[in-house]
């Protein structure tokens, strides 16, 4: 069973960037498509970026397209989210998540495996 952590959340300005990472335990985590997400207050859990489990395919939400890269490294057992050119509006929780097959996935019922999630603040 996989278990994921994530870190690297923050406070920082609009237009700074961050570097989110999710260190995943567990001998399978280099077999998993990676997804992160985030939440905001009142509003529900959306999808941001998905990587395959090799890391040649990637797909973001258009919300983050051109700001975002998601990548791995698996034989460190991680995943980054690097976040440029932020918004207010990218204040949320993000959570990694783990999806148990072979496609990328883009709904929060396509993972298999939940962070606890990191708390992103951008202030404007």
């Known amino acids: 069973q996989v278990q994921l952590v994530e870190s690297g959340g923050g406070l920082v300005q609009a237009g700074g960037s961050l570097r989110l990472s999710c260190a995943a335990s567990?001998?399978?985590?280099?077999?998993?498509?990676m997804g992160w997400f985030r939440q905001a207050p009142g509003k529900e859990r959306e999808f941001v970026a998905a990587?395959?489990?090799?890391?040649?395919?990637?797909y973001y939400a258009d919300s983050v397209k051109g700001r975002c890269t998601i990548s791995r490294d698996n034989a460190k057992r991680t995943v980054y989210l690097q976040l440029n050119s932020l918004k207010p509006e990218d204040t949320a929780v993000y959570y990694c998540?783990?999806?148990?097959?072979?496609?990328?996935?883009?709904?929060?019922?396509?993972?298999?495996?939940w962070g606890q999630g990191t708390q992103v603040t951008v202030s404007s």
């Open positions: 998540a783990a999806r148990r097959g072979v496609r990328l996935g883009v709904r929060v019922d396509e993972y298999d495996v």
């Open positions: 567990g001998r399978t985590f280099s077999s998993y498509p």
């Open positions: 990587i395959t489990w090799s890391g040649g395919n990637t």
